[in-house]
């Protein structure tokens, strides 16, 4: 069963840094698409889409609102999927989730069957 657990969330300013990290476990994740979605606060607030990238790294997306400021990376030798996210705006908080989908030839939404717990970003302006 796969397991996926966020960390490195917390309260930051505008312009500042975070770095938050997935552990997975479970599985061998070499074919695996993973990604990085957010929920902002409020009703009304969808899920949205943040960044995604092939578990070798040679494909990643970004979504427009963070291209620039954010990176997704892998680290194989630890199974941890990182998002490096530079001048954060307070439009970014939101819940962090990673998710993991086992079609690494699809990067629908739909395919990812697998999810953390979230972790909380705020940004103070």
């Known amino acids: 069963q796969v397991q996926l657990v966020e960390s490195g969330g917390g309260l930051v300013q505008a312009g500042g840094s975070l770095k938050l990290s997935c552990a997975a476990s479970g599985r061998t994740f070499s074919n695996y698409n993973m990604a990085w979605f957010r929920q902002a606060p409020g009703p009304g607030k969808e899920r949205e889409f943040v960044?995604?990238?092939?578990?070798?790294?040679?494909?990643?997306y970004y979504a427009d609102s963070v291209k620039g400021r954010f990176t997704i990376s892998t680290d194989n030798a630890k199974n941890t999927l990182h998002l490096q996210m530079n001048s954060l705006e307070p439009e970014d908080t939101a819940v962090y989730y990673c998710a993991g989908s086992p079609d690494g030839s699809s990067w629908s939404e739909g395919g990812y069957d697998s999810w953390g717990q979230g972790t909380q970003v705020t940004v103070s302006s």
């Open positions: 960044a995604a990238t092939s578990w070798s790294g040679r494909s990643t």
